[in-house]
T-cell receptor, first 112, second 112 residues
Framework: GIQVEQSPPDLILQEGANSTLRCNFS?????LQWFHQNPWGQLINLFY???GTKQNGRLSATTVATERYSLLYISSSQTTDSGVYFC??????????????FGQGTILTVHP | ETGVTQTPRHLVMGMTNKKSLKCEQH?????MYWYKQSAKKPLELMFV???????ENNSVPSRFSPECPNSSHLFLHLHTLQPEDSALYLC???????????FGEGSRLTVL
């Protein structure tokens, strides 16, 4: 099946700093999502972005499908941005079609 | 407020108990999923239902038994569990198979 790798595994920032999280995937995708897991465990949808660029407030994401990576940008970080960020991808075809595979996550800590 | 609700949010059970987790989606979606999140492991897909039909069983032990009576409800019946089954169980739905997933808040299970 598809492999999904995220980097960095941990990231510590001061409030107000910008950051970039990276997601590499091993095959062509028809689904690529970014999530933020809150302290209670819920996965909050950030972006559905199998290709292209999207922005939502201080967050933006870019997926370059031909090069098999996606980036999540966080600008002017706030303490409430702390948590685990997951990238998940699903194959465009084959036996893994439709099965969203998650990366290991990036643990983000934003200090005031 | 999430469009996918899970109950109970927390469950403690002994190895000989039988219990069930419930998931309900209010989004009009046709596909529903169970994921498992254990400590130090990425989220793992367990089961997929598309239009009430099971389309994926990711080699899950038979002590986990899913049920999908209609497109809005999904259950996970638990019996004779092991302590290593303690985890966060997440339900998700999508409008179509392989589409964008939306997750519930999760059910945190502890097996004693």
């Amino acid at each position: 099946g598809i492999q999904v790798e995220q980097s960095p595994p941990d990231l510590i920032l001061q409030e107000g700093a910008n950051s970039t999280l990276r997601c590499n995937f091993s095959d062509s995708v028809n689904n690529l999502q970014w999530f933020h897991q809150n302290p209670w465990g819920q996965l909050i949808n950030l972006f559905y972005i199998p290709s292209g660029t999207k922005q939502n407030g201080r967050l933006s994401a870019t997926t370059v499908a031909t090069e098999r990576y996606s980036l999540l940008y966080i600008s002017s970080s706030q303490t409430t941005d702390s948590g685990v960020y997951f990238c998940a991808a699903a194959n465009a075809g084959g036996t893994s079609y439709g099965k969203l595979t998650f990366g290991q996550g990036t643990i983000l800590t934003v200090h005031p | 407020e999430t469009g996918v609700t899970q109950t109970p949010r927390h469950l403690v059970m002994g190895m000989t108990n039988k219990k069930s987790l419930k998931c309900e989606q209010h989004l009009g979606h046709n596909a529903m999923y169970w994921y498992k999140q254990s400590a130090k492991k990425p989220l793992e897909l367990m089961f997929v239902y598309n239009f009430k039909e099971q389309t994926e069983n990711n080699s899950v032990p038979s002590r986990f038994s899913p049920e999908c009576p209609n497109s809005s409800h999904l259950f996970l019946h638990l019996h004779t569990l092991q302590p290593e089954d303690s985890a966060l169980y997440l339900c998700a739905s999508s409008s179509r198979y392989a589409g964008e997933l939306f997750f519930g808040e999760g059910s945190r299970l502890t097996v004693l």
